[in-house]
């Protein structure tokens, strides 16, 4: 099946810092990219959508300015956590469709970010 | 929006026995309905999946039924093994919304040896 990856799987950084996020549909090339973010033992929540060549589509109440979303071309989306605060660690997901009609997304293996 | 609230929060089953996990929806628009399995520390990983045109999907172990007047879709599996254990999500989205999922809040299944 398709594959995308996210890189890198984990990182530790100190609070203030910026860190950026990779997203990469490895094997077909996604129109649409989404980013969610979980804590622990709760549910995946929705931050953006975002489309090739577009600006992102934020969900409500997610700070554009803090969660910077490029997706620059059909294999990448990066998500950049600017000005890192403790409480802005969780674990980071990416999902890529390749377009179309309703069909199937396919997840990244997630990034934990630690902020200190 | 579109709702989507899952039942149980946890489940605890025998080996061999079948674990049922159900779903419901709000939004009367929604045509996909996907279900993942996530493990500790990794990605949501599609295990199934069922549109709003068809009614059951059986893949080995695992099946979903959809009830679409009632809004309300459910995940089987059957003779379970400890490798069953993980955390199992349900999602819902319709073509209008681009393939945005909305997910339910998640089912922590184990299966006990």
């Known amino acids: 099946g398709a594959v995308v990856s996210q890189h890198p799987s984990r990182v530790i950084c100190k609070s203030g810092t910026s860190v950026k996020i990779e997203c990469r549909s490895l094997?077909?090339?996604?129109?649409?990219m989404f980013w969610y973010r979980q804590f622990p033992k709760q549910s995946l929540m929705l931050m953006a959508t975002?489309?090739?060549?577009?600006?992102?589509?934020?969900e409500q109440g997610v700070e554009k300015d803090k969660f910077l979303i490029n997706h620059a071309s059909l294999t990448l989306s990066t998500l950049t956590v600017t000005s890192a605060h403790p409480e802005d660690s969780s674990f980071y997901i990416c999902?890529?469709?390749?377009?179309?009609?309703?069909?199937?997304?396919?997840f990244g293996e997630g990034s934990r970010l630690t902020v200190l | 929006g579109e709702n989507v609230e899952q039942h149980p929060s946890t489940l605890s089953v025998q080996e061999g026995d079948s674990a049922v996990i159900k779903c419901t929806y709000s939004?009367?628009?929604?045509?996909?309905f996907p279900w993942y399995k996530q493990e500790l520390g990794k990605g949501p990983q599609l295990i199934i999946d069922?549109?709003?045109?068809?009614g059951e999907k059986k893949d080995q172990r695992i099946a979903v039924t959809l009830n679409k007047t009632a809004k309300h879709f459910s995940l089987h599996i059957t003779e379970t093994q400890p490798e069953d254990s993980a955390v199992y999500f349900c999602?819902?989205?319709?073509?209008?919304?681009?393939?945005?999922?909305?997910f339910g809040t998640g089912t922590r299944l184990a299966v006990r040896p």
């Open positions: 999902s890529a469709s390749s377009g179309g009609a309703t069909g199937e997304l396919f």
């Open positions: 094997d077909f090339q996604a129109t649409t």
């Open positions: 975002s489309n090739e060549g577009s600006k992102a589509t934020y």
């Open positions: 939004d009367s628009a929604s045509n996909y």
């Open positions: 069922i549109r709003s045109n068809v």
């Open positions: 999602a819902a989205s319709m073509e209008s919304s681009g393939d945005k999922l909305t």
